[in-house]
């Protein structure tokens, strides 16, 4: 805890995934006339489900794992969130990651609500076989809860295609029938879609492109630097390259390579591609992580892990711009930091979400049983992502607050606006 002497930049407590989301929640709530009766509705999850799973592990023996899902909110549409296998997965994990992805949705105007899940296992110590039965178990235990139109999965921490293609199996053979629209993140030849996987890299090129045009840049004079590159980093830094930024410097988790006169990123292999590439890269020179953080570049994207951008490394930051590629890598007082030296920071909820915006056009493919095009999926989302950042920019423009503030403002009232429209049901 927090000494008396303690000056206003340390680090609060860790808060659980479940606090930050109401602690944010209620900010955001500040920024506008929301009912209490709304907020109070949003702070909680609407249920959560907590099921045991036996498996029959390759020995013989039997073992039971806990496994959870979070519907925290479905005014707009049904449940949307992914399934993470993890040791540290918990009830308040869940139902935290359920709300990030209420907001997510609606950032996004995409009609769906937020959910979560996840099994407490840790996936590296299962075999396929294993991963397999334990999969199909969890999608029959949450049959009941789940469905095309009431909670659709996604592959998250641990989990993968192959994953959600043996869950959307088990699930369809209790139905009698394929339902290919019970999950997103599948192989395409099941019904998964084209461009899924490059999508939240691509969403963060994307908004980091309208972003440098916004503050009047030249993208070919602006410079990058990527922490992560796999799949978001990688995907972000190709689509910034090819648009002609330089990008510097790129890591993995064992380093960075940096060349002040752009890296071609096309030629360095990603994690998935080639593990251990991006640090074994013949490069200029090479960096730690902490030092790529604080490059003097232009545009920062960390799409590692989060909790990078600390009241640590916050003053030493000397990006002009944060674009957020992970999920959570910036804590509130690195936030707050930035703000003061007016350092711009893109949210993740928005710069990531063309991942589950090709989720939602995957949903349309399967319910309507036709697919699209790699070039279609491009165009929609591009279409998308111009959407929810003109939504945003005028926020931020006639509130004259941060762009994170300004994304769960607009998040905000489309979800409030909705409670309100439809009433409390009886
Ligand atoms: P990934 O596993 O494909 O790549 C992660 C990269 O980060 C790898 O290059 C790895 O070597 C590097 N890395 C791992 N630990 C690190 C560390 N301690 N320091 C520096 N680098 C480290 O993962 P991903 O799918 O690209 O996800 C990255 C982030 O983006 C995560 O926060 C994830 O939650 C978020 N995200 C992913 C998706 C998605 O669909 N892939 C969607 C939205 C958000």
């Given at each position: 805890?927090?000494?008396a002497?303690?000056t ?5 407590e860790?808060e659980?995934a479940v ?6 929640l209620e900010h ?5 006339d ?19 799973i036996p498996?029959e592990?390759?020995d ?5 794992f806990?496994g ?5 909110d479905?005014?707009r549409?049904?449940?949307?969130g992914?399934i993470?296998?993890h040791?540290d997965?918990s ?15 609606a ?5 769906f609500?937020?959910?979560k899940?996840g ?7 299962l075999?396929?076989g294993?991963?397999?039965r ?6 029959q235990?949450?049959r ?16 993968d295609p192959?994953t ?7 699930y369809?053979?209790q139905?009698?029938e394929t339902q ?5 993140g599948?192989p395409?030849?099941i019904g998964g879609?084209?461009g899924?996987?490059e999508a939240p890299?691509?969403?963060v090129?994307?908004i ?6 916004y503050y ?6 602006t ?7 796999g799949?978001?980093?990688a995907n972000a ?5 090819d648009?002609?930024?330089?990008v510097?410097a790129v ?6 390579i ?11 292999e ?18 730690s ?10 545009i920062?994207?960390?799409a590692a892990?989060?909790n990078v951008?600390t009241?640590e490394n916050?003053h030493d ?10 999920n ?8 707050q930091?930035?703000e ?6 893109i949210?993740?909820?928005l710069a990531?979400?063309g ?12 319910i ?11 165009d929609e989302?591009?279409t ?9 920019c ?7 607050i941060?762009w994170?503030?300004a994304?769960?403002?607009v998040a905000?009232r ?7 429209a ?5």
């Open positions: 805890m927090a000494s002497e303690s206003t930049e340390d680090e609060p860790a659980t606090e930050t989301a109401r602690r944010q955001a709530a500040t920024h506008l929301v009912s209490d009766g709304v907020i109070e509705r949003l702070r909680q999850a609407t249920s959560v489900y907590k099921v045991t498996l592990r390759d013989g023996t039997t073992e039971v806990t959870y899902r979070a519907h925290h479905n005014v549409g049904p449940y949307k992914g993470r296998y040791p997965v009830e308040e994990e869940c139902v935290g990651l359920s709300m990030w992805m209420t907001w997510k949705c950032v996004m105007g995409i009609p609500g937020g959910g899940g099994v407490v296992v840790d996936p590296k110590e075999s396929k294993e991963k397999e334990l999969t199909r178990r969890f999608a235990e949450l009941p809860v789940i469905g095309p139109m009431t909670d659709i999965p996604a592959p998250d921490m641990g989990t192959q959600m293609a043996w869950f959307m199996d088990a369809s053979m139905e009698g290919p629209g019970i999950v997103t599948k395409p030849v879609s084209y899924r996987e890299g691509r969403s090129g994307i980091a492109r309208e972003a440098i045009d009047g840049w030249a993208v070919e004079e410079t990058v630097a990527v922490q992560g590159f799949s978001v980093g830094a190709r689509y910034l390259d648009l002609g930024a330089t510097v890591s993995d988790v064992d380093g960075a940096y060349d002040p006169h752009g890296l071609d990123t096309n030629d360095v990603d994690h998935d591609e080639t593990p251990g590439m991006v640090s074994g890269y013949d490069a200029p020179e090479t960096l992580n902490d030092d790529l953080l604080e490059l003097d570049v232009d920062l994207i960390p892990i989060g951008l009241a916050a930051v000397q990006a002009d711009m944060i674009i957020e590629g992970a959570g890598p910036t804590t509130s007082t690195a936030d930091i930035f003061e030296r007016g350092i711009p920071v949210p993740d909820f990531n979400a991942g589950v915006t090709v989720s939602y056009f995957e949903w349309l493919q399967d309507n049983r036709r697919a699209w095009s790699l070039e279609r999926v491009n989302l591009e998308e992502m111009l959407g929810a950042w003109e939504a945003i005028t926020e931020q423009e006639a509130r004259d941060s994170r503030d994304a769960y403002v905000l489309r979800i409030a606006e909705a409670h309100e439809r009433g409390l049901w009886p």
